[in-house]
């Protein structure tokens, strides 16, 4: 049986649910992992995602940087079309809103999620985009 340390999308995402993320919630090097649940803006179905994520304070944090390609990913793509989303934590599933960090947030942000995972300073390196920090606002 794997860690889930080499999972990687539906599989990831699969794994993870079927295991309340005992496989799949730690990832490559320690990162964490939560499932974030889109509605796909043009087909209208559900679309999961497996996504490091942070915290601060009761918020939820991952970075849109599809390895810093210069489009976004198709995840924050449908979250600009309609914001509300599910996120799993382990075996915990609740609706969230999603946003933009701000302008102000992200110098706050931004390192909460590079010391998680170091390579989105590389990311950002290789493209014009700003890579964006997206708040998850659980709305419990």
């Known amino acids: 049986m794997t860690d889930g340390s080499e999972l990687f999308g ?7 649910v079927e295991t309340d993320g005992e496989v ?5 090097r320690g990162a964490p992992v939560a499932i974030l649940t889109t ?13 490091i994520y942070g915290q601060h304070g009761d918020d ?17 793509r449908n979250l600009q079309e309609n914001p509300n989303a599910q996120l799993q934590v382990w075996g915990e599933r ?4 999603a946003r933009d960090a701000t302008a102000e947030e992200k110098p706050e942000l931004w390192p909460i999620m590079t010391a998680i995972w170091p390579d989105y300073d590389d ?15 659980p709305q419990r």
């Open 24 to 28: 799949g919630h730690d990832w490559k």
């Open 94 to 97: 609740f609706p969230v809103r």
């Open 10 to 16: 539906p599989e990831h995402v699969k794994r993870y």
């Open 60 to 76: 939820y944090l991952v970075v849109a940087s599809k390895g810093g390609w210069d489009e976004p990913p198709a995840w924050y």
């Open 39 to 51: 509605t796909g803006r043009r087909s209208g179905e559900p679309r999961s995602n497996p996504l």
């Open 123 to 137: 990311y950002q390196r290789r493209t014009e985009r700003e890579i964006p920090v997206v708040v998850l606002e």
